[in-house]
């Protein structure tokens, strides 16, 4: 069966109320809910479902708080969920995962026996979602379109997209996964070959993609903020709750994300009941319908009709890989040959302060960029064929800048340069912050629209020498509107100032991330799926 495109449609409001209404009316008494900090396991107790969950499910929170369960959450990406799971570093940290998927845990040898029973939540297809000027333009607006057309569109410079990473994100994996299985007509799951057979189209495709990110909702507030293409591909529930899109549903498939909460097989009894309560609390007809109109997500149990905003047409479901090697191969595919190569300038604090254990941990976060880390997520974190990586040091005033340009092919002997410049890093004197920074953005004035420029800024202190923030401001406010687009990705150490920090990733538009109390390498792997 096809579907057809079609614009987005929304809930009346009247609608909607009454639904969440009778949700709060209905549902049981406030329980907790606690968040628990990137990396860190949760406290346990005989009363606590302790998950570990996909950032997906962030926004229904408010809702677990009235589930009569105790939950705590620690989020963490679909790959290094994936893997620590199927190791066995969830079993006894965690009592159940929650991610958007299990399709590429379900690939990992052993995977398997770590898990008991799933649940399948609710749903969301991963689509594409256009300014409604646009869909008009290309005609997509009231027919059905296929992945093959969107490709030719792309090819010809029709329009442009942003869409997540797919080693760092579920959505982008699974739209990667969807446009490599339409092009390549795979009647049944992809396999190596056609892998290797489909990138030429997969290069056209993305040849389009103007915009990068590590998470579904990133993106989204990204486009939401700044816009820059014609829209995104994410999750439906994220764009029809975004204003001026028409959703285009492929007539030959889609990837569909089915939030299957799942219990580990290494939870006790008594967390077996707490997951049973919690997940026959989900799928009540009540919760379901709050689901779908506060996260506009699909009901998953045939008694709540769908809302009117996901239309009538039945959606086909196109083959997902049933091997971890092509799975892999189709990841490695889009990073070393299909996606907009990067261009990644690291400033990087060398002053005294960071003296000691410090200048380590900085030296062990490059070294892991370089293909140290061996794990899958750590493969594909890595530095990549075609990249273009710039370190600029900085402590009394920014040092020179050292350019790695990766090849196509065999780039094994430029990671090892990075990793010797890496390791011989060393501390002393002050701090020049945004001497560094400033480096970068003139650096960043060779940019062209062959590469995704960012920046990734590393302090463990305040700005003690050089030009200041103010100053830094009032020079990037001169810069070409180009060179303004490159974002600072902020990463928090030691003792940084933490509201200048915020400050530089506001007016760059980038973000902020927290080494302070975790790995500064795991902080630094995090900030690649946004590169």
Not at 137 to 153: C, K, N, S, Y
Not at 190 to 199: I, Y
Request: hydrophobic share 40%; glycine share 10%.
């Amino acid at each position: 069966m096809s579907s057809v495109s079609s614009p987005r449609r929304t809930v009346p409001s009247t609608v909607r109320l009454a639904a969440v209404a009778l949700a709060l009316l209905t549902l049981p008494a406030l329980a907790a809910l606690t968040a628990c900090a990137p990396g860190a396991a949760p406290e346990d107790g005989p009363d606590v479902l302790r998950v570990l969950a996909g950032s997906e499910v962030k926004d229904l929170e408010p809702m677990l708080r009235r589930s009569g369960v105790q939950v705590k959450i620690s989020y963490a990406g679909t790959l290094d969920g994936a893997e620590q799971v199927a190791s066995g570093g969830a079993d006894g940290s965690y009592d159940a995962i929650w991610f958007s998927s299990n399709r590429y845990l379900s690939l990992i040898d052993g995977a398997s026996a770590r898990l008991s029973t799933e649940t399948k939540i609710m749903s969301s297809p991963v689509v594409l979602g256009l300014t409604t000027a646009k869909a008009k333009e290309l005609g997509w607006a009231d027919r059905p379109v296929t992945w093959e057309q969107i490709a030719t569109a792309a090819r010809g410079k029709r329009f442009t997209f942003g869409m997540t990473n797919p080693a760092s994100s579920n959505s982008g994996f699974s739209a990667l996964v969807g446009v490599a299985a339409a092009l390549s007509d795979a009647g049944e799951a992809l396999s190596g070959e056609q892998v290797t057979a489909v990138t030429p189209k997969l290069k056209d495709f993305f040849s389009a993609q103007r915009l990068t990110s590590g998470s579904s909702g990133w993106l989204a507030d990204a486009y939401t903020r700044e816009g820059g293409v014609d829209g995104i591909v994410n999750y439906e529930s994220v764009l029809l709750g975004m204003k001026g899109l028409s959703l285009i549903y492929p007539s030959d498939g889609v990837v569909t994300a089915d939030y299957p909460l799942t219990l580990l097989a290494s939870a006790r009894p008594e967390k077996k009941e707490l997951y049973g309560k919690l997940t026959g609390w989900l799928r009540t007809p009540e919760a379901q319908r709050e689901i779908m109109t506060t996260t506009h997500r699909r009901p998953i149990i045939p008694g709540v009709r769908p809302g009117p905003e996901f239309g009538t047409a039945p959606l086909l479901e196109l083959p997902f890989p049933n091997r971890r090697a092509a799975a892999d191969a189709l990841i490695t595919a889009y990073l070393d040959e299909v996606r907009v190569p990067a261009r990644a300038l690291f400033v990087l604090d060398t002053s005294g302060s960071m003296e000691g254990g410090r200048i380590d941990a900085l030296r062990q976060a490059l070294v892991t960029l370089t293909g140290a880390d061996t794990s899958a997520s750590g493969t594909f974190s890595r530095f990549r064929s075609r990249e273009s990586v710039v370190m600029i040091p900085f402590n009394d005033s920014a040092g020179q800048p050292q350019p790695f340009a990766l090849p196509e092919h065999d780039p094994q002997p430029v990671l090892a340069q990075i990793r010797t410049y890496a390791e011989n890093l060393r501390a002393g004197g002050g701090t020049a912050i945004f001497d560094g920074l400033r480096a970068a953005y003139q650096q960043a004035a060779a940019t062209g629209r062959d590469h995704y420029t960012s920046v990734v800024l590393m302090t463990d202190g305040e700005n003690t020498n050089g030009i200041s923030y103010d100053e830094f401001m009032m020079f990037y406010r001169t810069l070409p509107l180009e060179q303004q687009r490159v974002r600072t990705f902020v990463v928090l150490f030691g003792e940084s100032d933490v509201e200048e920090m915020r400050k530089i990733a506001r007016l760059t538009r980038g973000a902020v991330f927290d080494a302070r109390s975790g790995s500064l390498a795991s902080a630094f792997k995090e900030i690649r799926g946004y590169q």
